[in-house]
């Protein structure tokens, strides 16, 4: 697997890539990740016991680390393809590492699998807002389709990535296999000891939101309407969860509306801490525009809690929404408050909700992407 991510890094992509990888060496494969080098860092050669091969990197501009750009050699890459014996190369990224995997591949007779994890809108939210019409939507979806079509088959996470694609370029082989959870690490529990750590008083109405603090994940709206909430439902509290560029333009926002009291952001927190985030929260919220799937959706969900999504036409996320929560009109702070208000509100409502996320959830068991990915695997193989 190629994928221009830092061991230990958070963002979708990366989590999903590390816990395939993981699931198939636990199958007895071996899977390996080509990354990037963090110069901050030391390298590291194995991470969650999965072997690792970094290379030079550079951070993507005005993504304040949380991206990077690798640069391997060709003859490195093949050097390790031929020492690792390997038999698939799986790219995750329109990125230069992943192009000239993909070459090398070929050029070696090893099949190429490339995952459909980048929208045109990723790409764009790097640019001034000018360079963000449907001309440049149009540049980016040439430039992903060129990456898909050098591979025998693109995986996309949902369906709309596959409609996304195929609408596109019809001649592409798309299979639809979901990021999956891990149910046996994702459900309820206790979660006294985040209520500790993080200074929280138990006596309050908790929206969570996880994810990048960029333009697409849309949090200005989730903030915006907290102080008719806190109105209606004066316990409310928001948790933020993640990083990004636009985390002090959020405080700021916070100080603004005066609701600083009752929004936390807590940064880049550790995996058991987010277990905990998430099953002590009342409401998972994500107003996210633009999204393939939304891993963290499903993390909520695992954990029986009731969902409040944006009903983006580029967001797979919205199609989550079965009964275990309510969709809410895009930049609409107004609908987005008088759902939270409606759910915050209702102690029946929540517990219904929560027992159609934990019902739905079962669906994007992980262990059932994995079947599905061995097939791929085998099918280019054969």
Do not use: W
């Amino acid at each position: 697997m190629v994928c221009d991510m830092i061991p230990g890094q958070s963002g979708g992509s990366f989590v999903s890539t590390i816990r395939f990888a993981e699931l198939l060496n636990k199958r007895g494969h071996k899977a390996i990740i080509l990354a990037a080098k963090d110069t901050r860092q030391a390298p590291v050669t194995k991470f969650l016991n999965i072997p690792i091969y970094q290379f030079p990197s550079l951070p993507t501009p005005g993504s304040e680390r949380l991206y990077f750009a690798s640069f391997p050699k060709a003859r490195e890459l093949e050097s390790i393809f031929l020492r690792e014996n390997i038999n698939v190369v799986h790219t995750m990224f329109p990125s230069y590492s992943c192009y000239l995997a993909a070459k090398v591949a070929k050029r070696m007779g090893i099949p190429v699998i490339s995952h459909f994890h980048t929208q045109p809108e990723n790409i764009l939210v790097f640019l001034p807002k000018i360079l963000r019409g449907s001309f440049f939507e149009n540049l980016a979806m040439r430039y992903l389709t060129y990456f898909a079509r050098r591979a025998r088959v693109v995986i996309s996470p949902s369906e709309l990535g596959k409609r996304i694609l195929t609408n596109f370029d019809q001649s592409l082989v798309v299979e639809v296999i979901s990021n999956g959870i891990d149910l046996s690490r994702f459900k309820k529990t206790p979660y006294d000891e985040f209520v500790t750590n993080f200074n929280l008083s138990k006596n309050r109405k908790f929206i969570l939101f996880v994810g990048r603090l960029m333009i697409e994940k849309n949090v200005e709206v989730l903030i915006r309407a907290i102080p008719k909430i806190v109105d209606a439902v004066p316990t409310t509290h928001l948790l933020v969860v993640g990083t990004g560029p636009l985390k002090k333009d959020l405080e700021k926002l916070c100080v603004d509306l005066g609701i600083s009291g009752h929004v936390s952001f807590l940064g880049k927190i550790s995996d058991k801490d987010l277990l905990m985030a998430y099953n002590l929260c009342d409401l998972y919220a994500y107003p996210s525009m633009v999204e393939l799937e939304g891993m963290v959706v499903l993390e909520a969900m695992a954990c029986g809690k009731p969902i409040l999504i944006a009903d983006s036409t580029t967001s797979a996320s919205r199609f989550f929404v079965k009964g275990n929560g309510f969709l809410f009109h895009p930049n609409d702070t107004a609908d987005l408050a008088n759902k939270a208000i409606s759910i915050l509100n209702d102690d029946n409502l929540k517990d219904k909700m929560s027992i159609e996320s934990t019902r739905e959830v079962q669906l994007f068991d992980i262990n059932k992407s994995i079947d599905k990915l061995e097939k791929v695997y085998k099918s280019v193989i054969s």
